[in-house]
């Protein structure tokens, strides 16, 4: 059964405290849980104090560069989403450490109360994040049939019935769990209703509207994620016309910050998982 999650997990993954509802409530979304208005408030939290910065030293028989290459392509690779965050906090982050010259300096930081108390605190956070990591994996289970997705309700015309009827398709196809595949209908048709008579301006502005709040959501995983969302939807245009239609002439209709979050989920889930569907 998945677990609620609350702004406080967010909050304690660095998320500002006025995102970490949003954030809640779309996990809680994706993974098919109600749970009360009142237990999704974010509570306070206290920054931790700044660290201060290390000069990197190269270990002996090692250049600096050659140092700083070994960094950069670990980097590369958590960023792509290549690497888990097993490997990353296991093996690449104490390689980390000692391609910069840190082990030493690490031991002694450790010594001090205060960096200890912050040490435990990320610690603590990671843990957090394997754990949402979890409760969104075990929500991730495909929609039994096309007939489970509850769409809103289309005009009663043949066309639009199968317009509804493919859609129901490609997302039983793409493995779309249930309640994401809702959300995300209720999204598009949304979107679709916002940007009825708007301009060309209008659309773009709403378009660079959704990328500015992904990028806030992102972070630094800003292009890896979006990328691998392109790609899903890429692959699932080629199973499905209608979808490829929707994707070539009306592309901000997938392009609301929800619709590519629950898809992010779902991309990331999958790569966790190794495999394409559950």
Request: hydrophobic share 40%; no cysteine.
């Amino acid at each position: 059964m998945p677990t609620p999650m609350t702004p406080d997990a967010f909050i304690a993954r660095g998320v500002p405290a006025d995102q970490a509802k949003a954030f809640a409530e779309q996990h809680n979304s994706i993974a098919g849980i109600r749970v009360p208005e009142s237990s999704v408030q974010p509570a306070p939290v206290t920054a931790p104090a700044p660290k201060s910065a290390a000069t990197p030293t190269a270990p002996s028989g090692m250049t600096p560069e050659a140092a700083r290459a070994e960094i950069d392509a670990l980097r590369a690779r958590r960023a792509s989403g290549e690497m888990l965050d097993w490997e990353w906090r296991t093996k690449a982050e104490p390689r980390i450490l000692e391609l910069a010259g840190l082990t030493e300096p690490l031991r002694a930081l450790r010594a001090d109360p205060v960096a200890r108390a912050v040490e435990s605190a990320e610690f603590e956070a990671s843990q957090v994040q394997d754990a949402m990591a979890t409760s969104v994996d075990s929500g991730m289970k495909p929609a039994s049939s096309p007939a489970d997705y509850v769409f809103p309700e289309h005009d009663g015309s043949p066309e639009g019935a199968e317009v509804d009827r493919q859609f129901r398709e490609a997302m039983h196809g793409a493995g779309l769990p249930r309640e994401m595949g809702n959300s995300i209908a209720a999204d598009v048709d949304a979107t679709a209703r916002a940007l009825l008579d708007a301009t060309e301006a209008q659309t773009d502005a709403f378009m660079a509207e959704q990328d500015r709040t992904l990028k806030r959501m992102f972070g630094a995983q800003y292009d890896a994620r979006v990328a691998n969302v392109r790609e899903f939807l890429r692959e699932q245009g080629e199973r499905s016309p209608a979808l490829r239609v929707l994707l070539e002439q009306h592309p901000e209709l997938l392009s609301g910050w929800r619709t590519v979050f629950a898809l992010a989920q779902l991309t990331e889930s999958r790569r966790r998982t190794g495999g394409a569907r559950r």
